[in-house]
């Protein structure tokens, strides 16, 4: 088992760019998550996706958006990217199911730098 | 979600019991107490949860008061490899669902040789 696997690892874009990120989940994993993490902070939740649909958000504009396809993979996408949007990008996996705790398992991360 | 307070640094010398201390005083009765920790350049790892009674893995043993207020992680034997940044969160139990996880900032714990 691959685990949660991310690409690329690294990246780097200019101001109003935008990026494209990709997730693909841990096997017999049905649910995405994905966070941002500034240097020095804890991870920060973008939202959740689950059956192709956004089920979760956190306080991030409308220029983050996302996408879960047929196969659970995700993307993340961000439009006209600031300075403020470098950080290190991380996906999390887990299992929709009736357990009653929340393990999540995260991918390495992508590092952007908006420059 | 309930907040957590967490030590910003502590230090451990290898071989040696880490202990871990997180506050929550003001956690709900139907929320957990979870830990996971961020090794330098890698995502979070989950390492342990527990709701009121003490709970132990083959990574940790999580220690939660009588009152639930605050709680304790205890890596036995620690290692270089478990320095590492270690969050203590605080979460309602999931409805059928995943929920999102509210990190802090964190402990940065320190093993040395």
């Known amino acids: 088992d691959a685990g949660v696997t991310q690409s690329p690892t690294h990246l780097i874009k200019t101001r109003g760019q935008q990026v494209t990120l990709r997730c693909s989940p841990k096997s017999g994993h049905d649910t995405v998550s994905w966070y941002q993490q500034a240097l020095g902070q804890g991870p920060q939740f973008i939202f959740q996706?689950?059956?192709?649909?956004?089920?979760q958000r956190g306080n991030f504009p409308d220029r983050f958006s996302g996408h879960q396809f047929p196969n659970y993979s995700s993307e993340l996408n961000v439009n006209a990217l600031l300075l403020g949007d470098s950080a290190l990008y991380l996906c999390?996996?887990?299992?929709?199911?009736?357990?009653?705790?929340?393990?999540?398992?995260f991918g390495p991360g992508t590092r952007l730098t908006v420059l | 979600d309930a907040k957590t307070t967490q030590p910003p640094s502590m230090d451990c010398a290898e071989g040696r019991a880490a202990n871990l201390p997180c506050n929550h005083s003001t956690i709900s009765g139907n929320e957990y107490v979870y830990w996971y920790r961020q090794i330098h350049s890698q995502g979070p790892q989950y390492i342990i949860h527990g709701l009121k009674n003490n709970e132990t893995n083959e990574m940790a043993s999580l220690i939660i008061t009588e009152d639930r207020k605050s709680s304790t992680l205890i890596l036995p034997h620690a290692t270089l490899r478990d320095t590492a940044v270690y969050y203590c969160i605080v979460q309602k139990r999931p409805k059928g669902g995943s929920e999102k996880l509210v990190f802090g900032k964190g402990t940065k714990l320190t093993v040395n040789p």
């Open positions: 996706y689950y059956e192709e649909e956004e089920r």
């Open positions: 999390a996996s887990s299992f929709r199911g009736t357990s009653d705790y929340n393990e999540q398992f």
